[in-house]
């Protein structure tokens, strides 16, 4: 590296900079994964567009809003991505150099365009999940719409048969008669 450097010194600093290029390479897996996701579900909208429904169901939709979190957590929560190595606490002096190569790689330019790319991901499934309660919503209604015409109808069935024509005491006389 630094001709300056003495041979343990520059192992160390070696160390600084194989600690931002192990994150870069931790981050590309994230990234890849997050990029299958928007890959699976770039269909979701131009089907909307297309024909006005959704090929999913709700559960599909919920289950995918749920990796969308795994995946969130795991760059932001569960991954050291964000956080400075406790290497770095040992040996502060390395630590300009460790930035300098997280600056080179653009590990935050990275990490913040993965989370705005989890947030428009998750954005469409919640559009996409409003659309599937709405659609639903707009089924039930339907089905009560067609059960209280039922039930008019059978009360109408009942109170002109029934009651008008007085057609169960014509069975009645008509079943006494041919037993009689």
Request: proline share 2%; net charge negative; aromatic share 6%.
């Amino acid at each position: 590296m630094n001709s300056d450097l003495t041979e343990d010194e520059d192992i160390i600093a070696k160390c600084a900079i194989s600690h931002g290029l192990a994150l870069s390479v931790k981050l590309a897996v994230f990234e890849e994964a997050i990029e299958k996701t928007i890959q699976g579900t770039k269909h979701l909208p131009e089907d909307l567009a297309q024909d006005g429904t959704i090929n999913m169901s709700s559960t599909e939709i919920s289950s995918i809003i749920g990796e969308l979190f795994i995946q969130r957590n795991c760059v932001n929560l569960h991954s050291d991505i964000l956080d400075v190595p406790d290497f770095f606490w040992e040996n502060s002096e390395l630590e300009p150099l460790y930035a300098m190569t997280r600056s080179y790689l653009d590990l935050n330019k990275r990490v913040e365009i993965l989370n705005r790319r989890l947030d428009v991901l998750k954005e469409l499934l919640e559009i996409l999940q409003d659309q599937l309660n709405t659609q639903h919503a707009h089924h039930l209604e339907w089905l009560v719409i067609w059960l209280i015409l039922l039930e008019l109808a059978i009360t109408l069935c009942w109170d002109i048969a029934v009651k008008d024509l007085n057609l169960l005491g014509a069975c009645d006389h008509w079943v006494r008669c041919k037993y009689d």
